[in-house]
């Protein structure tokens, strides 16, 4: 189902790359990480060019529930014990630059923008919130923290961030796709040595940049084993409650809140992609005891990367591939996290040291818990009998009964009942009697 961003907007159009074509930096995929790359790239007079299978924005960045924040739920306290003090100090401030960023950008594009404190509340640990707001001023910033949230539910205190944002992100693609050297419905086959291989000819370059969500080379890097997808759900309603910011719940299977408009977007209902969750069910059944006078304007579902750490995935992609880079694993927080990985890759490309880009390495530390659980899951999925199969490394689908699809629970994919690609890592539909 499409989002309320979807609505009465027409995004640029591009047209398709025929033929042979030679570039010195190749991005693939067209969601906000691919094209706030393009567009830095292009300031600094980069030989660039963007493809996309589809449309731009036709995936992820048209579901997102737009929250531009540097607050990630409660990461920081983990991070101070997991990274220290001076590399969580160093993500919170590469996630505030990319806040700021915004608010440079947006002042000259009508996209709904919007100044909102952002919060993470806990329905029943006061003592994880007050944790998390030490940890943020360890890492050098003020946060705040309250008892007073303007939800239906009672909480036992939250903890916030001032100067956060909220917009319109297809309005605000509106603003800067114009004019982007893009190409669309240009499928990359398969990759050789600084060689793309498309439907209609060869793309030659001397750097790439993966922004396809799930990188879509499965050769280098394991990203197949340091990932796993997670699928959320969203309500628009009208006639609910205003929030007076965002909020999300401390808890991993809770609700997030923001308004748009006159609109309440309620958000949960989370699981991993081929799993069982609580979805809309979930999300109707809160909306019908705390808000029973509102209305149900539309309907969506996102699909998220999540890393071993909770932080991206931004850097060269492996050590086999140096003048190849990732942006991935945004563990739900994909509009902050673009904006900071293509500052990064924009830096990365034109030779310049960025601080930041040591915390966001792609070839670090892989030994998390995190690690088994998603190799326990593809060796499931292998060893699974099944008909039908993934086409990404051959993992059983499963039929998702309530989206009608068929998902893929080892690494996400996901496809239409009749076998059309819908979410990768997969690179093709299924085909079968």
């Known amino acids: 189902m499409e989002s309320i961003w979807s609505e009465k907007i027409e995004l640029p159009r591009f047209s398709r790359l025929e033929g042979d074509a030679k570039t010195d930096v190749l991005i693939i995929g067209g969601g906000m990480a691919g094209l706030l790359c393009a567009h830095f790239l292009q300031k600094q007079g980069v030989d660039y060019m963007l493809v996309e299978r589809n ?36 993500y919170l401030d590469a996630n505030q630059n990319a806040v700021r960023k915004y608010f440079e950008l947006c002042a000259s594009i009508n996209c709904d923008f919007e100044e909102r404190n952002n919060y993470v509340y806990s329905l029943d640990n006061r003592r994880r919130i007050e944790k998390e707001a030490d940890a943020i001023r360890k890492a050098g910033f003020a946060p705040v923290v309250t008892k007073e949230c303007s939800l239906p539910v009672s909480a036992v205190g939250a903890v916030g961030l001032k100067h956060q ?35 209609s000819g060869k793309i030659r370059f001397q750097k790439l940049i993966f922004a396809t969500h799930f990188p879509i080379d499965n050769k280098h890097g394991l990203y197949f084993l340091k990932m796993y997808q997670d699928r959320s759900y969203v309500l628009a309603l009208e006639n609910a409650q205003h929030v007076k910011g965002m909020y999300v719940d401390a808890e991993k299977d809770g609700l997030s809140f923001r ?29 019908r ?42 563990n739900k927080w994909g509009m902050t996290s673009s904006m900071t990985a293509a500052m990064i890759l924009t830096d990365m490309i034109l030779g310049k040291e960025n601080e930041y880009a ?17 190799g326990f899951e593809a060796a499931a999925g292998l060893f699974t009998f099944s008909t039908k199969r993934c086409p990404h490394l051959g993992c059983a689908l499963k039929w998702n009964p309530m989206e009608h699809t068929w998902d893929c629970p080892c690494h996400g994919s996901r496809f239409a009942k009749n076998g059309r690609l819908l979410d990768n890592p997969a690179n093709g539909n299924l085909f079968w009697k």
Not at 182 to 187: G, K, L, N, V
Not at 190 to 196: D, G, I, P
Not at 260 to 284: D, P
Request: one cysteine or more; hydrophobic letters at 35%.
């Open 55 to 90: 449309r731009i924005c036709g995936g992820v960045t048209q579901h997102t529930t737009a929250k531009i924040t540097a607050q990630h739920g409660l990461i920081y306290h983990k991070m101070l014990k997991s990274i220290g003090v001076e590399r969580t100090r160093m």
């Open 259 to 287: 308004n748009y408009g006159k609109y309440l977007l309620l958000g949960g209902g989370s699981h991993r992609t081929g799993k069982n969750g609580g979805g809309w069910r979930e999300l109707r059944s809160f909306a």
């Open 165 to 199: 944002a909220q917009f319109h992100p297809l309005k605000f693609v509106n603003g800067i796709a114009p004019g982007l050297k893009i190409y669309e419905r240009t499928f990359v086959k398969r990759l050789k040595q600084h060689t793309a291989v498309t439907q």
């Open 358 to 374: 040591p915390v966001f390495c792609p070839s670090r530390n892989m030994m998390k818990p995190q690690l088994l659980l998603n």
């Open 289 to 330: 005891l705390h808000y029973p006078g509102a209305r149900e304007i539309g309907c969506w579902a996102t699909q998220d990367c999540m890393t071993l750490d909770g932080i991206p995935y931004i850097g060269t992609y492996s050590d086999a591939m140096p003048d190849c880079y990732v942006a991935t694993g945004f």
